[in-house]
């Protein structure tokens, strides 16, 4: 953060006003939005104003990072309409720490680290809709004080439930791009990438691969016959998808 914004306290010294315009932490020039001056700066969409007299900035320290343990427990447990959305059991969502928060209406999942440690949530709709909330960092969703020796890891925490539901130690990256370093981390003996039927899917897993391959951890890389656990198991039901899983599993 080089810069702070012009408020009421500290308004604009080009153009007086209170709002918008920016002034850099040297103090010695201001962002102005509404005066044209020689040099804009099209990433702020305002023009460069050397200041006769340089004035005091005061730049915001970043914000605090947040107590998600204490947001969690704010929200209620009530999942059931997400158990019944996903068609699992109710106690695999309550594993996975999942909340209810009334007030947006919508699911609260917590993201963790390897070790842990909260790092986010991600909402969810039940149209399927996700944010992560502001401040979230990429990690992996999973049920506290496991220890698998093996794992399959889903992307996505409606994958991960499925699996869950079928029976198998299961964690869920966040997406298919991210979270490889947290797998890596995750103690695991044995790892079965379940990857999307897609495109994305089939690149990130192979790129979650060669990073578990390269610190010596076993692998392989499974697909199910549709366009994701959740759908394989939609379309065949309990026991297919079950067995699928397990054929696999060896
Ligand atoms: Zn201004």
């Known amino acids: 953060m080089d810069y702070?914004?012009?408020?009421?306290?500290?308004?604009?010294?080009?153009?007086?006003?209170?709002?918008?315009?920016?002034?850099?932490?040297?103090?010695?020039?201001?962002?102005?939005?509404h005066e044209p001056e020689e040099i804009f700066v099209p990433r702020y969409g305002g023009?460069?104003?050397?200041?006769?007299?340089?004035?005091?900035?005061?730049?915001p320290p970043p914000p605090e990072?947040?107590?998600w343990q204490t947001l969690l427990r704010s929200y209620t447990d009530n999942v059931r309409e997400l158990a019944r959305e996903w068609?699992?059991?109710?106690?695999?969502?309550?594993?996975?720490?999942?909340r209810w928060d009334v007030s947006k209406g919508c699911f609260a999942i917590p993201v963790k680290l390897w070790n842990g440690d909260v790092v986010g949530v991600q909402r969810q709709w039940l149209d399927?809709?996700?944010r992560f909330m502001s401040g979230s960092k990429p990690g992996l969703f999973y049920?506290?004080?496991?220890?698998?020796?093996?794992?399959?890891?889903?992307?996505?925490?409606?994958?991960?439930?499925v699996a869950m539901h079928l029976g198998f130690?299961?964690?869920?990256?966040?997406?298919?791009?991210q979270s490889a370093n947290q797998v890596t981390m995750f103690r695991?003996?044995?790892?079965?990438?379940?990857?999307?039927?897609?495109?994305?899917?089939?690149?990130?897993?192979?790129?979650?691969?060669?990073?578990?391959?390269?610190?010596?951890?076993?692998?392989?890389?499974?697909t199910p016959p549709e366009k994701d656990l959740r759908a394989f198991y939609q379309e065949a039901g309990y026991k297919e998808a079950k067995q699928w899983l397990g054929d696999v599993w060896g």
């Not at 306290?9 to 939005?33: D, F, N």
């Open 65 to 67: 990072p947040k107590d």
């Open 47 to 59: 023009w460069k104003h050397w200041l006769p007299e340089p004035v005091s900035v005061t730049i």
């Open 128 to 130: 399927g809709t996700k």
């Open 188 to 222: 695991a003996d044995r790892y079965y990438i379940v990857a999307d039927n897609d495109e994305a899917g089939q690149i990130g897993a192979r790129r979650l691969q060669s990073r578990l391959t390269e610190h010596g951890k076993w692998n392989t890389i499974i």
């Open 143 to 161: 049920p506290d004080n496991v220890r698998y020796t093996a794992v399959a890891v889903c992307e996505g925490a409606s994958d991960t439930a």
């Open 87 to 98: 068609d699992v059991n109710l106690e695999v969502l309550l594993d996975l720490g999942i």
């Open 169 to 177: 130690p299961a964690i869920g990256r966040v997406s298919a791009s």
């Open 4 to 33: 702070s914004r012009v408020d009421s306290r500290t308004p604009c010294p080009v153009c007086g006003r209170e709002k918008w315009c920016l002034l850099h932490k040297t103090g010695t020039y201001a962002i102005c939005m």
